[in-house]
């Protein structure tokens, strides 16, 4: 026998929009990341990426919720 769930549209909104926070939340830390490491890059690995010292660091300085 298949049971089921009743789950209300309420219920289901709040799901969905739990899941939307918990991505943005995720995109957040992955963007933070990869500032931080940028600000880590050497000269060479900038050169390789086509970006400046001064272009690393100001992006790097950009809080993790800019983009």
Do not use: C
């Not at 890059?41 to 992006?59: F, M, N, P, V």
């Amino acid at each position: 026998m298949i049971r089921t769930i009743p789950i209300t549209i309420r219920e289901f909104d709040l799901a969905k929009g739990l899941m939307d926070v918990a991505k943005t939340l995720y995109r957040w830390q992955i963007r933070a990341e990869q500032r931080h490491h940028l600000n880590d890059l050497d000269s060479h690995a900038l050169d390789d990426i086509g970006l400046t010292r001064q272009a690393a660091k100001a992006e790097a300085r950009k809080p993790f919720f800019w983009t």
